[in-house]
């Protein structure tokens, strides 16, 4: 999901589509790309679907009145990662293989920001660096605040979850159930094509 149909108010994209219809647009680009990294030979691709847009630190600066997700936002996660999944399925049904893997960002990262303490973090809201509310404005500079311990932040920044909360998105690709990844987790795929090999 592009970041500029919301980074800049009446942007150009926003008003050339309604999100609706810009997701769709966005899913026919997808479907161009990876038919065609298909043709040049790529057999194993994941494809992550957006996560949590409306729930990080820099969204929760710019539109969030008491730390809740931006609905805007996460309406656009809601129509975009369903319609990408839809796309992996059929993708793979015509090429009669399972080539596009589908790792769902957005379940993913919302696990450790709807209920932070169950993955040891000490806040799910505010960014480990950055300024203003939540630590979500600006870049993570020298003259921005610092958390004295990053491992208790699910955010480094005002966009990027931080070492640890990247650890566990890791964990879900290799080890993850079906609600993670689709068909299947990573650890399966490379135990897949190791035997294939042999």
Known sequence: MEK?????????????????DYVVYLISEYRKILARL????????????????????AELAQRSRNGECSP???????????????????????????VFVSANAFTMNMDFISDPEAFGFATSKVACCGQGPYN????????????????????????HPSERANRLIVERFMIGSSEYMHPMNLSTIM????????
């Open 4 to 20: 500029r149909f919301f980074l800049v108010p009446f942007s150009a994209r926003s008003r050339q589509f309604a999100l609706p």
């Open 38 to 57: 298909y043709e040049l030979g790529a057999r194993r691709v994941m494809v992550t679907g957006t996560g949590p847009l409306g729930c990080v630190p």
């Open 72 to 98: 805007e936002l996460q309406q656009a996660s809601d129509l975009f990662n369903p319609q990408l999944l839809q796309l992996i399925n059929q993708l793979n049904s015509e090429i009669g293989s399972d």
């Open 136 to 159: 979500g404005l600006g870049l993570c500079t020298p003259v921005s605040n610092l958390c004295p311990n990053r491992d208790l932040y699910a955010f480094w920044d005002p966009f």
């Open 191 to 198: 135990h897949l094509d190791s035997t294939s090999r042999t």
